[in-house]
């Protein structure tokens, strides 16, 4: 029987590929700092992916079992939206620990148990390869750095004969929508120096979300992704056409065209 490990298991769209997988035959082993909803045959393992006692210790339990992997699958993360001169330092902090060195904990403390040929699915952003917007600036450099580890990770597993797989998502109807969605809320009654342009900023937001899709298309992608002989790099699903029409304008551009949006009366 195939195995698979997946991150981030109490969320929307981990959950989502845990129950994909589950009912395609697959063992499924999931980590998160949470406990999912009841879900049938999902092998949870309670791992705060932030230290490395935990991942080590889950590490540990599926190797006593006798298992392999035929998969890794990140899916954890953590939206924060703020300003950059606003935010709190352990706020700032968290963003780059749960969505950059949890890959890097999981992805080097599970690779022996890797199988030969196999993949290392992350999930990016579509906001990973464009030039940061105001207030989530945070979340997007944290996925811009997620994409130059993704890269370089697979550069050097190639070596081993191992495959790295980037999945970049436009919006994904999950619990973090709302998350945001609260967060610009509570920003614009926080913030001392963008209270009109938080205020438009939270429309522009309202605009862009209203195209989410279920993650349940999100989960069938990964599947289809995880069973080709060999992968692409990069695969997108949803992305905003906006968001890739303003990242094709010199940056200068970018600049004046938010500014305009933001501060417009």
Same mark, same amino acid.
């Given at each position: 029987m195939?195995?698979?490990?997946i991150?981030?298991?109490? @969320?929307?769209i981990?959950?989502e590929i845990?129950d994909k &997988?589950?009912?395609e035959?697959y063992?499924?082993?999931g *980590?998160?700092?949470n406990?999912p !909803?009841?879900?049938?045959?999902?092998?949870?393992i309670?791992?705060?992916?932030t230290?490395e006692?935990?991942?080590v210790n889950a590490?540990?339990?599926i190797?006593?079992k006798?298992y392999?992997?035929? $998969?890794i699958?990140?899916?954890?993360g953590?939206y924060? *939206?703020?300003?950059?001169?606003e935010? +709190?330092?352990?706020d700032?902090i %968290?963003?780059f620990?749960v969505?950059?060195?949890?890959l890097y904990r999981?992805? !080097?403390i599970f690779l022996?148990?890797?199988?030969k !040929?196999s993949k290392i699915?992350?999930?990016?952003?579509e906001?990973g390869?464009?030039?940061p917007?105001? &207030?989530?600036?945070?979340y997007?450099?944290? !996925?811009?750095?997620?994409?130059?580890y993704?890269?370089?990770? %697979?550069?050097?597993l190639?070596?081993?004969d191992?495959q790295v797989?980037?999945? %970049?998502?436009g919006?994904i109807?999950? @619990?973090m929508?709302?998350i945001?969605?609260?967060?610009?809320?509570?920003f614009?009654?926080?913030t001392?120096?963008?209270k009109?342009?938080?205020?438009?900023f939270? +429309?522009?937001?309202n605009?862009?979300?209203?195209?989410?899709?279920? /993650?349940?298309k999100?989960a069938?992608l990964i599947?289809k992704v995880?069973q080709k002989k +060999?992968?692409?790099?990069?695969?997108k699903i949803? %992305?905003n /056409? *906006? *968001?890739?029409?303003l990242?094709i304008l010199p940056? $200068? &551009?970018?600049?004046?065209?938010?500014k305009?949006i933001?501060?417009?009366?």
């Amino acid at each position: 029987m195939k195995t698979v490990l997946i991150t981030g298991v109490s @969320g929307g769209i981990g959950l989502e590929i845990a129950d994909k &997988f589950i009912k395609e035959g697959y063992t499924v082993f999931g *980590l998160d700092i949470n406990e999912p !909803k009841e879900i049938e045959n999902l092998n949870f393992i309670k791992t705060n992916l932030t230290k490395e006692e935990d991942v080590v210790n889950a590490f540990n339990q599926i190797k006593e079992k006798g298992y392999t992997l035929d $998969h890794i699958i990140c899916t954890a993360g953590v939206y924060e *939206l703020n300003s950059l001169v606003e935010m +709190k330092e352990e706020d700032f902090i %968290r963003v780059f620990d749960v969505n950059v060195f949890s890959l890097y904990r999981v992805n !080097k403390i599970f690779l022996p148990l890797l199988n030969k !040929k196999s993949k290392i699915i992350m999930i990016s952003s579509e906001l990973g390869p464009l030039d940061p917007l105001p &207030f989530t600036g945070i979340y997007g450099i944290s !996925k811009t750095l997620v994409e130059k580890y993704a890269y370089s990770l %697979r550069m050097e597993l190639q070596l081993l004969d191992y495959q790295v797989v980037l999945i %970049r998502p436009g919006a994904i109807d999950t @619990g973090m929508i709302d998350i945001s969605l609260k967060k610009i809320e509570k920003f614009n009654q926080e913030t001392k120096y963008y209270k009109y342009n938080a205020n438009k900023f939270l +429309k522009i937001v309202n605009s862009v979300e209203s195209k989410k899709i279920p /993650p349940f298309k999100l989960a069938k992608l990964i599947y289809k992704v995880s069973q080709k002989k +060999k992968a692409k790099y990069v695969y997108k699903i949803n %992305r905003n /056409p *906006l *968001l890739m029409l303003l990242n094709i304008l010199p940056q $200068h &551009f970018q600049n004046w065209i938010i500014k305009k949006i933001l501060t417009s009366k």
